[in-house]
């Protein structure tokens, strides 16, 4: 699939104001889409990342690559100097750690850019024995994370101004398509009178993968009142969804997206009866 992020792009990003408080989001959504056993996740973004506290803190069953199992914190960065960022972070919470406790806690430092040094810093850093675990991510690195998570590498290439061939994330698509009128078409608009197929919906989501069909007066309001239906779930059901969406439009994209290593949710705009056949 052309036309998507990877870490030059990601280091140019950095330089934009928006990807500081975008990048706990991308963090975010990366965790939600690539593990499926996350208990608790938290990070601040847009505005609350100039509050104190920690930029993130995930608690995960079993993790994976890039997601400690267990506790972990976050803390990122888009400064230039990623080294100075990284050691002033850690330093400031490894001497108040707030309401975690290091020895059972993995410490992640962030950075859209390319470090070289991250390994060097990381193996220093875990010999204090401060913290069970210290990683230290950079633009390469979120780039391998990106590729087994197509959702997420589709939204972020979208939102960073690329436009992905064949597919578009669940938000993107929903939000194009509602804001065709002026004023924009509200979720609770499109699903007026369709309860129990919102009902049906939220059990399906919840329950084993399977196949769901949804009938509309056209193929894109069917996925528009899916879209409006997923937008008016609790916010932790409604990210989680997100995070795993694709609206798929032909067979290429389809036979691509369905071996990702990450479950997704997968919605074609073009005929179905083409993945029979093949």
Known sequence: MQM?????????????????????????????????????????????????????????????AFVPTGASVWEMGTNRDVKGKADEDYEKRSGNPLNVTPAETSYIFVTPRRWSNKEDWATARQAESIWKDVRAYDADDLEGWLEIAPS??????????????TAVDLLHFHESWTQVTNPPIEPNLLISGRN?????????????????SLQGASREEAI??????????????????YARSVVVENLVAWRRLVTAETPLILIPTFDEREVIAA
Do not use: C
């Open 4 to 64: 998507l992020v990877n870490a030059t792009n990601l280091t140019y990003w950095a330089n934009q104001n928006s990807s500081s408080s975008r990048l706990p989001q991308l963090i975010r959504r990366l965790v939600l889409a690539s593990t499926s056993d996350v208990t608790r996740i938290h990070f601040r973004t847009g505005e609350g990342t100039s509050l104190g506290g920690w930029d993130g803190m995930v608690q995960a069953t079993e993790g994976n």
């Open 152 to 165: 997420i590498h589709i939204w972020l290439s979208i939102l960073l101004g690329k436009h992905p061939e």
């Open 196 to 212: 129990a197929s919102v009902e049906n919906l939220s059990h399906w989501l919840r329950a084993t993968p399977t196949v769901l």
């Open 224 to 241: 528009a009142f899916f879209a409006s239906a997923v937008a008016l779930l609790p916010a932790d059901e409604r990210e989680h969804v």
